[in-house]
């Protein structure tokens, strides 16, 4: 017998070819896809294409391995176009496969291929009644008016042999006539291939989601505990991220100015993101009572109870000085004396009050001291003595107190606006000893740029817009104005809309914020899209600014 006979026509030969350079070409677009769902829409269509079949179903495994639920479903004929990147949900239960009494499921096609890890190859299904339930097949096909003939089933096994889903296609048609025909040999073992290829890479897909959800857990692991700490920063860790995808969308669809040039892909979403999430992680380190500041004289408490003591002790000590000097008068009964002491003592209990009530309104730290206030805050650090528990006369307000009651504005003296604003620098060192994969290395900059300023005066580096990434001058009005509105803080009310923008305008003046990126956060209104999601109603007003 001449062998060269049965050897394919050069044709033949041809497409075989032809469809092998179509797997792997296949091959290589799966392993880039990133989402799952697009992902596993690949895998069916590749799978319909490379076999010409005209309906197909993509089942995965449930995590308890024990069903196959529906993924994606598709028959050209029919124009059913379900699940994956579509807006038409699949509806069908799951495939149970196994009873139960735990027997399998050996009567249904997709069950038996998960089950027995095999590939089943039915040429006519309305002839295999014998071996399969195709009752739901059948019902269908009356319902449609279609004819469901030809079925490759072929489970999806990752690098450890396990069946992680099943991939069924529906109806091979011949190429040229487009007749319903039985899936040859070869489109068989192109579908097994396609198959472990397509597992392969929906099981990397699988396992990195699932190592950046890890992370992302671990990101809000340290969140939580800077939420803990403090119930004040706790929102801001969340909240900025938010605002900052917001703006960074709205400036990757501007199309015209400065800005026309920017443009993300998934994975630079992806590494805002995680930026965003981290972005004040170094708070970590920062003592609470200097984030929970929020008066003048709170350190672990506000101090300024053991200052209305004192005031207390000063008052009782004029009250007895006063009763002494009128029993001193009594045995020369002098009522006009006595009067004078009482008019003298009621004086001074009033200067005291007078005293401690300013003391009070400058420990809140919400308006702004004149040079007049804090001369009367040494005055009366000074001008007050108390015996302290130890018996000794003493200053009446300590040192440390008194630089503390004369901040002019706000609530920290310098020494701890200084350990606030390190940890920024904390969470750059922070971010720097993490061995980031390559599609993440810009998260320490984006993340450690975010109190930088556009003319250089900001910190910790002192970088001008110039040297700062898009990225990270987002970051920076995503900040800035989650502060003034945040209505979480332990020192200040958050402002309502107007007020929070024309704040904003004149750091865009004066040099503080990105010029650019503040016209796309006004113009494209990202600054209501955010009040809306996380302001209260009460913060919701008209903003109107100058053009």
Known sequence: MNDEAHLPQASTLDVLLERLEQLNDIGTSLSKERDIKRLLEQILLAAKTITHADGGTLYLMSDDGNTL????????????????????AINFPDIKLRSEDGQPNNTLVAAYAAIHKVTVNIADAYSNNDHFDFTGTLVFDKRTGYRSQSFLTVP????????????????????????????????????????????IALSNRLLLTQLEELFEAFIGLINLAIDEKSHYTGGHCQRVPALTMMLAEAADQTFQGPLAGFHMTDEDRYEL?????????????TPVHVVDKATKLHTLFDRIGLIDTRFEVLKRDAELAGLRQQLALRPVVEPAGEAAVRATTQTTLAELDDDR???RAANIGGEAMSDADLARVRDIASAHEWRNPDGLQTPFLSADETENLCIRKGTLTAAERDVINYHIVATIKMLEKLPWPRHLKRVPEYAGGHHERMDGKGYPKGLTREQMSVQARIMGIADVFEALTASDRPYKPGMKLSQAM?????????????????DVFVKQGVYREYGEQFLSPMQLDEVSLPS
């Open 273 to 285: 993101k995680i930026a965003g999430l981290l972005h004040d992680c170094g708070k970590i380190t």
């Open 69 to 88: 639920r529906f993924e994606i479903l598709r028959t050209d004929s029919l124009g059913i176009a379900m699940g994956g990147t579509t807006t038409d």
């Open 502 to 518: 024309g704040i904003m305008a004149n750091l865009k003046a004066g040099g503080h914020l990105d010029p650019d990126l503040f």
């Open 156 to 199: 999806m096994r990752n690098h450890e042999g396990d069946v992680i889903g099943v991939l069924q296609l529906i109806n091979a048609q011949h190429p040229q006539t487009g007749v319903v025909q039985a899936f040859a040999a070869e489109d068989q073992r192109l579908t097994e291939s396609l198959a472990s290829q397509a597992a």
């Open 357 to 359: 009530e300013f003391l």
